[in-house]
């Protein structure tokens, strides 16, 4: 039974998470685009917006702030109005690019890189990568952060997050490589039951086949990555794009000369660090600990 079914319609203060970003040109194209569907199919079968939301479970407001492109309909609400559109799959359809418009767009640019690389190289000094993180890490560390984000960007940077771990999903699958320090797994951000389910996350993870974890434990007299992060994309054309603060002010770069020098501390970086094979023994000791 929907909210509506029992009475009560969803408003703007029921999904947190779901507004537009005014500077997304993009995504308010998108949206814009999905809305004039939205309204066109339901004038066509000749529904008014209030019957319109009755049926969906959403209040009038929201229908008109929807098919105005000034709200991002659920992937749920796009089904339903498929259905009580009678659309055949046509309304549907568009819930791939509406999804993506939540994601902020630095994330999304960062995404769809990630979803084209065939191998990455991947160094986080402070934290957990966010390929790795999972919701409730990612909430925890988000929630820390000052000034602090609204309410609604936390959702939206959450889900981007989430989305990001499709990249461990793909066929064929790209080559993957983490190094992450020790003592971002032992400190307990989020709480500790937060930080035990990120540690089996961890450890599924790092028995993926395409996949090497390594940690870096805390003992080393030596460390390469204390300049700061490292991130090395390959595709399969055989450009490559690199980013760390340490190389062109951390924006990214493409040249030869920046690519291998980051590259060269990369390498060096891993050799210094736990084996796989150590390194997921180590996690799985930590797991005990927690």
């Not at 969906?56 to 749920?76: C, F």
């Not at 990120?198 to 450890?203: D, G, Y």
């Amino acid at each position: 039974m929907t909210d509506g079914e029992a009475g009560r319609l969803k408003g703007e203060a029921d999904e947190p998470g779901w507004e537009v970003d005014p500077d997304d040109e993009w995504g308010l194209a998108v949206l814009a685009t999905v809305g004039r569907q939205l309204r066109l199919r339901r004038e066509t079968v000749g529904l008014r917006a209030g019957e319109f939301g009755q049926r969906v479970g959403y209040g009038e407001d929201m229908v008109y702030k929807i098919e105005g492109g000034k709200r991002i309909p659920r992937p749920e609400y796009l089904d339903l109005a498929d259905e009580v559109l009678d659309a055949g799959g046509l309304i549907s359809a568009m819930r791939e690019d509406v999804e993506k418009v939540r994601y902020p767009r630095k994330v999304r640019a960062l995404g769809e890189l990630e979803a084209k690389a065939v191998e990455l190289q991947l160094y986080d000094p402070l934290n957990i990568h966010g390929l790795l993180q999972t919701p409730e890490y990612a909430r925890g560390l988000l929630l820390m952060r000052r000034p602090a984000y609204g309410s609604d960007e936390v959702e939206r940077f959450i889900a981007a997050r989430v989305a990001r771990g499709a990249v461990f999903e793909r066929d064929p699958a790209p080559e993957i490589s983490f190094v992450l320090e020790e003592w971002s797994l032992r400190r307990p951000l989020g709480g500790r039951a937060a930080l035990r389910r990120q540690l089996e996350h961890l450890a599924e993870v790092a028995q993926l086949r395409n996949v090497e974890l390594q940690v870096m434990p805390m003992d080393r007299e030596e460390h390469a990555g204390l300049a700061g992060g490292i991130e090395v994309l390959k595709f399969a054309d055989g450009s490559a794009v690199g980013r760390s603060p340490v190389v062109a002010h951390g924006r990214p770069v493409h040249e030869p000369k920046h690519l291998r020098i980051l590259e060269l501390r990369y390498g060096i970086i891993r050799a210094q660090a736990l084996t796989p094979r150590e390194s997921l023994a180590f996690v799985e000791h930590l797991l005990g600990e927690t």
